[in-house]
């Protein structure tokens, strides 16, 4: 602890304290988390911020993310490079967004990002079915899908544009009293 | 992968976002097709086009005017119309040849709404207006309006810029401006801006690197004095401390770990059940360290002189709390009437000394005189106060939380959304909350597509008539058990008598047969709620939330109607009489049960997660080699902890200590269902609505619980007269005339204060006053549902607004359709007129 704390120095820990939901603490400690995905990989030093990029197969193998149906949208989102490929950063991003005291409209933002998988920045209905079948496990049939998405997007776009947009998201999910509760993450071992 | 998250300079936005109308047309299909449809029916008349033109010249101030070319310069004056019309129609027509809509569609693109949720821009004017509200609350600083207009990060410039070649230009003052803005807020301000940004970490740092350093320039520009720096230092070590602080505030929270470990393996439900014991904890904590510091810990420090010698410890005690703990400062029999002093213990150890005499002569040090009484008075009744308020308190807020919403709409958005439960990591959970979910879907498709089947005659009434069974099975064996338990307590009531009379019995066998009482109790506690699940697996009900509201409503009737009779017996019956069972303190007594009724209700919990869960499990799983396991039914493990919260602040009054034991049972719970639930439970197959759950259970909590163990607890102050030799009140007629005996007093040794004695004898004592408080903290809720009521019928109406302003949009972009279609056919027929000539 004493050494990691030495080499992560004052700055580096403030400057992630401030823009993260987590206390000098529970940085490290998901940098230990992270670094024990692949220590040959990641170097203990990172006051010069080394260019340390952790595969999206070491990352989704996490215990916190091994079991989630949207494991790869949320390594995507969180992503500098889009491809689930994390740096310390991206890392550590995503668990603050997913941590107990991030607010409702920024987890609402990412909530968006991760069910928009075509990146259009629209909720279409093709995401929507992906969303369902990653949901469900493919077990509706495709008519049932067809059905609830139609009904969805009957539901919850205000515009009537035949998507819904972030505002539309955000709209809902204030009425959601769960949302908050149930898009926290669960950091098993970190905290 | 054209577009990622993050906001990056490589990747301009605009790469993907609005450079040509071509590209535009992909984005906006939806609306082509619109358009396409109304303009089929156009044709519209010059008012018409006049007040669209007005619209669109208010919307150009902040919008079209951005707009990049020239030609779409759209007119200030009403009168310049015409002339601009030409010029405009020849523009779009030279820009974009046969793609008549594309004017329409540059407009439409930079409408906010499009813009939001595609540009970082977007994103960052939204902050921007975040921080403009958060300065506008912070007086002190520059207005905003300061701030020249092209300065303002806005999404429509950000678009309409971003059309020019100098995209990065625009980024890179977009960036400035930020940092601008974070710069201008104070620490903490800045602090809460950059955590809730959606920008990546990298960003963030950077940003705040900027905007320190832009301050530390402007700040070393100027030369900053010495007193100035320190301030700084004073600022920076302050804040670190406060980081400190706040992890190790957070390094305190209690069973981090264990609470992970069941939400990621049980889901939020298991979970809530879990919290709602550690706000139990805080609360018995609170109250217990309340009365250690006022009550316990003056008594223990100045013990009363006691000839009789203390019985030795049998071991039998820790179950009935008599023998050995019965005259210590475990129960209220303990505690002295007189005014503990620190010097003249000796002078004062006379038991029976009222309190005139307590004051007596030869005391030197009357400012450290600790007036016994008046201490248990308020003690008890701050208490009581301080956790209604907290109550009160957090039920609103959960209200708040949970019900805030219209429930009629977007059901199925909302399942589809917000249904998964981040926190369950493992793996057949996952599964089975898949399982769910999909089971869900279906079944509110099916409510979808026909709403009402509707039932026969027939089955209407067999559905009566199994629901008329199941109401009076319940209610049948309630009231069985209640007058059960009631010819019980009298019996036994009665065998006390007989043993009072003869004292040559067995003192254990006498402390044994009185936990006889609780012992029943507790069966009944255990048993009857399996007859109700029973009751219910009959009914059949449609709906998990009924079937769990009527759960709870018929567990709820048991245990109020329980606690009922036993305060009955135990206000009634022994308080009223308590020389005919031979009793010098019945407060003991009644303190002493209320022990005994807490320890073996936790003991019967053992058994039931023991027998319940543990050996069923083993059952069968061994016995019918089935997979499934018992599941954990949180309502009735709620209502079990209510039930053993009530008899908790039931017996403060009697035994002080009663917060402690409390304490230690819930810790012990906590460890013990946590180890069942992981060992023997799986996830529920019910869904559960946890917020809900959460509001009714803290509410439960609040008006059957705390309620009705206060009024009982001001009952007894009022008007029970306590015992004539033990206790804090001995030789007064009511607990309360402690009050009135100490104001009386103050008033003689200081007539300046006989306006706070009158003032006492008015508010306090007249019932009058009680009832006007109780009035008005009526109308405060009545008044406070009324504005609930009317936010919601504010609600409904906003949401109608919208659609109907989604309806207006439709018409604009009909209009803006039609009048470029009008502007290209004049300029198209000079075209063919040329041609002609």
């Given at each position: 602890f004493f050494i990691i704390s030495c080499h992560c120095t004052d700055n580096v820990a403030m400057s992630l304290q401030d823009c993260t939901y987590f206390t000098r603490k529970e940085i490290l400690r998901l940098f230990y988390r992270y670094r024990d995905l692949a220590p040959q990989l990641v170097p203990l030093d990172y006051t010069n911020h080394p260019d340390v990029k952790l595969p999206y197969e070491l990352i989704g193998s996490m215990p916190e993310l091994k079991d989630n149906p949207f494991r790869q949208r949320i390594a995507e989102v969180f992503s500098d490079d889009g491809e689930g490929n994390m740096t310390l950063d991206d890392f550590l991003d995503m668990f603050s967004v997913l941590s107990e005291m991030a607010p409702r409209d920024l987890k609402a933002y990412y909530a968006f990002k991760i069910y928009d998988f075509n990146n259009d920045d629209f909720i279409c209905k093709s995401d929507l079915e992906k969303t369902l079948n990653k949901l469900t496990r493919n077990e509706l049939t495709e008519d049932e899908v067809r059905m609830v998405c139609e009904k969805v997007i009957d539901e919850a776009d205000l515009d009537n544009d035949g998507r819904l947009s972030l505002e539309d998201f955000q709209h809902m999910i204030v009425r959601a009293p769960e949302f908050l509760r149930y898009s926290s993450g669960n950091l098993l071992f970190t905290i | 992968m054209a577009r990622i998250v993050n906001f990056d300079l490589r990747y301009p936005l605009m790469e993907a976002g609005l450079e040509s109308p071509v590209d535009e047309e992909g984005v906006h299909d939806s609306f082509n097709q619109l358009i396409a449809e109304q303009s089929q029916n156009g044709g519209l008349d010059a008012l018409e086009l006049q007040e669209l033109q007005r619209e669109l010249?208010?919307?150009?101030?902040?919008?079209?005017?951005?707009?990049?070319?020239?030609?779409?310069?759209?007119?200030?004056?009403?009168?310049?119309?015409?002339?601009?019309?030409?010029?405009?129609?020849?523009?779009?027509?030279?820009?974009?040849?046969?793609?008549?809509?594309?004017?329409?569609?540059?407009?439409?693109?930079?409408?906010?709404?499009?813009?939001?949720?595609?540009?970082?821009?977007?994103?960052?004017?939204?902050?921007?207006?975040?921080?403009?509200?958060?300065?506008?609350?912070?007086?002190?600083?520059?207005?905003?309006?300061?701030?020249?207009?092209?300065?303002?990060?806005?999404?429509?410039?950000?678009?309409?810029?971003?059309?020019?070649?100098?995209?990065?230009?625009?980024?890179?003052?977009?960036?400035?401006?930020?940092?601008?803005?974070?710069?201008?807020?104070?620490?903490?301000?800045?602090?809460?801006?950059?955590?809730?940004?959606?920008?990546?970490?990298?960003?963030?740092?950077?940003?705040?690197?900027?905007?320190?350093?832009?301050?530390?320039?402007?700040?070393?520009?100027?030369?900053?004095?010495?007193?100035?720096?320190?301030?700084?230092?004073?600022?920076?070590?302050?804040?670190?401390?406060?980081?400190?602080?706040?992890?190790?505030?957070?390094?305190?929270?209690?069973?981090?770990?264990?609470?992970?470990?069941?939400?990621?393996?049980?889901?939020?439900?298991?979970?809530?059940?879990?919290?709602?014991?550690?706000?139990?904890?805080?609360?018995?904590?609170?109250?217990?360290?309340?009365?250690?510091?006022?009550?316990?810990?003056?008594?223990?420090?100045?013990?009363?002189?006691?000839?009789?010698?203390?019985?030795?410890?049998?071991?039998?005690?820790?179950?009935?709390?008599?023998?050995?703990?019965?005259?210590?400062?475990?129960?209220?029999?303990?505690?002295?009437?007189?005014?503990?002093?620190?010097?003249?213990?000796?002078?004062?150890?006379?038991?029976?000394?009222?309190?005139?005499?307590?004051?007596?002569?030869?005391?030197?040090?009357?400012?450290?005189?600790?007036?016994?009484?008046?201490?248990?008075?308020?003690?008890?009744?701050?208490?009581?106060?301080?956790?209604?308020?907290?109550?009160?308190?957090?039920?609103?807020?959960?209200?708040?939380?949970s019900f805030r919403i219209d429930k009629s709409h977007s059901i199925l958005a909302m399942k589809v959304f917000c249904s998964w439960d981040f926190k369950v990591l493992k793996k057949s959970s996952v599964k089975l909350m898949s399982e769910n979910i999909c089971t869900q879907l279906k079944e509110l498709l099916a409510e979808v597509n026909h709403k009402h089947v509707k039932n026969t005659v027939c089955q209407k009434l067999w559905r009566l008539t199994v629901h008329g069974i199941a109401w009076t099975i319940c209610i049948a064996s309630t009231t069985g058990c209640v007058i059960g338990i009631y010819y019980f307590s009298e019996h036994m009531h009665q065998n006390l008598r007989l043993f009072s009379r003869n004292t040559h019995q067995n003192p254990l066998l006498k402390e044994a047969s009185m936990l006889a009482l609780?012992?029943?109790?507790?069966?009944?506690?255990?048993?009857?709620?399996?007859?109700?699940?029973?009751?219910?697996?009959?009914?059949?009900?449609?709906?998990?939330?009924?079937?769990?509201?009527?759960?709870?409503?018929?567990?709820?009737?048991?245990?109020?109607?329980?606690?009922?009779?036993?305060?009955?017996?135990?206000?009634?019956?022994?308080?009223?009489?308590?020389?005919?069972?031979?009793?010098?303190?019945?407060?003991?007594?009644?303190?002493?049960?209320?022990?005994?009724?807490?320890?073996?209700?936790?003991?019967?919990?053992?058994?039931?997660?023991?027998?319940?869960?543990?050996?069923?499990?083993?059952?069968?799983?061994?016995?019918?080699?089935?997979?499934?396991?018992?599941?954990?039914?949180?309502?009735?493990n709620v209502l079990d902890l209510i039930y053993g919260q009530t008899l908790a602040w039931l017996g403060v009054l009697f035994t002080p200590l009663l917060p402690a034991v409390q304490i230690l049972k819930l810790l012990l719970l906590f460890y013990i269902k946590k180890g069942s639930v992981m060992m023997n439970c799986q996830a529920p197959r019910k869904p559960y609505r946890v917020s809900q759950m959460t509001t009714i259970f803290i509410t439960l909590l609040c008006i059957p619980s705390f309620i009705g163990a206060?009024?009982?607890?001001?009952?007894?102050?009022?008007?029970?007269?306590?015992?004539?030799?033990?206790?804090?009140?001995?030789?007064?007629?009511?607990?309360?005339?402690?009050?009135?005996?100490?104001?009386?007093?103050?008033?003689?040794?200081?007539?300046?204060?006989?306006?706070?004695?009158?003032?006492?004898?008015?508010?306090?004592?007249?019932?009058?006053?009680?009832?006007?408080?109780?009035?008005?903290?009526?109308?405060?809720?009545?008044?406070?549902?009324?504005?609930?009521?009317?936010?919601?019928?504010?609600?409904?109406?906003?949401?109608?607004?919208?659609?109907?302003?989604?309806?207006?949009?439709?018409?604009?972009?009909?209009?803006?359709?039609?009048?470029?279609?009008?502007?290209?056919?004049?300029?198209?027929?000079?075209?063919?007129?040329?041609?002609?000539?």
């Open positions: - | 010249d208010e919307e150009g101030r902040d919008n079209v005017a951005y707009l990049s070319s020239p030609g779409h310069d759209y007119g200030r004056r009403q009168e310049r119309w015409e002339a601009e019309r030409e010029d405009d129609g020849r523009q779009t027509d030279s820009l974009a040849g046969e793609r008549w809509s594309s004017a329409t569609l540059k407009i439409l693109s930079s409408m906010p709404s499009r813009t939001i949720g595609r540009s970082r821009g977007a994103i960052i004017s939204q902050y921007y207006n975040r921080t403009m509200q958060l300065r506008r609350r912070r007086q002190s600083r520059p207005s905003i309006r300061d701030f020249s207009r092209s300065a303002r990060p806005s999404i429509r410039g950000y678009g309409m810029e971003g059309d020019t070649t100098d995209s990065e230009g625009a980024e890179l003052r977009k960036r400035e401006h930020l940092v601008n803005n974070l710069q201008n807020l104070s620490v903490s301000d800045r602090v809460r801006m950059l955590r809730g940004m959606p920008l990546s970490v990298a960003e963030k740092s950077e940003l705040r690197m900027q905007a320190m350093q832009k301050e530390q320039r402007r700040h070393s520009g100027r030369q900053i004095p010495c007193c100035s720096r320190l301030k700084y230092y004073i600022i920076i070590a302050v804040r670190q401390s406060w980081y400190s602080w706040l992890s190790f505030i957070h390094s305190l929270q209690l069973w981090q770990v264990a609470l992970k470990r069941v939400s990621g393996r049980f889901g939020t439900g298991v979970l809530s059940y879990f919290l709602f014991l550690k706000t139990l904890l805080f609360f018995n904590l609170f109250l217990f360290l309340v009365t250690g510091a006022f009550l316990v810990l003056p008594q223990a420090v100045h013990p009363p002189l006691f000839s009789q010698g203390r019985p030795s410890f049998s071991g039998l005690e820790l179950l009935t709390g008599a023998g050995y703990f019965s005259d210590s400062v475990m129960y209220y029999g303990y505690y002295s009437n007189y005014t503990l002093r620190k010097s003249c213990r000796v002078d004062t150890g006379g038991q029976n000394m009222s309190i005139s005499n307590g004051t007596g002569m030869d005391c030197p040090s009357k400012r450290h005189s600790y007036n016994m009484p008046m201490a248990y008075f308020f003690t008890i009744g701050v208490s009581f106060f301080i956790t209604g308020i907290i109550l009160v308190y957090s039920m609103s807020k959960s209200f708040g939380q609780p012992v029943v109790v507790s069966v009944i506690n255990l048993l009857l709620p399996g007859l109700f699940n029973a009751a219910a697996w009959m009914e059949d009900y449609d709906s998990p939330s009924v079937r769990t509201y009527v759960a709870i409503g018929r567990n709820l009737m048991l245990k109020v109607s329980v606690l009922g009779v036993l305060c009955y017996h135990w206000l009634g019956r022994v308080a009223a009489d308590p020389a005919s069972i031979n009793l010098t303190c019945w407060e003991d007594f009644v303190g002493q049960e209320l022990y005994r009724f807490l320890i073996m209700d936790f003991i019967f919990t053992l058994l039931d997660t023991l027998f319940g869960e543990f050996l069923w499990r083993l059952f069968s799983e061994k016995g019918l080699k089935r997979r499934r396991r018992p599941v954990f039914d949180i309502a009735r206060s009024v009982c607890v001001t009952y007894t102050m009022w008007s029970i007269t306590p015992s004539s030799s033990c206790g804090p009140f001995r030789q007064l007629k009511t607990m309360f005339q402690a009050g009135k005996r100490w104001v009386e007093e103050l008033e003689k040794d200081n007539p300046s204060l006989s306006m706070l004695a009158r003032a006492h004898a008015y508010l306090v004592e007249n019932p009058f006053f009680l009832f006007v408080g109780a009035g008005i903290f009526l109308i405060v809720i009545y008044f406070h549902s009324q504005v609930v009521d009317g936010q919601r019928k504010i609600i409904s109406l906003l949401q109608e607004q919208i659609e109907n302003e989604g309806e207006d949009k439709k018409f604009l972009i009909t209009r803006l359709q039609s009048i470029h279609e009008q502007k290209r056919t004049p300029t198209r027929r000079l075209t063919s007129q040329d041609s002609t000539c």
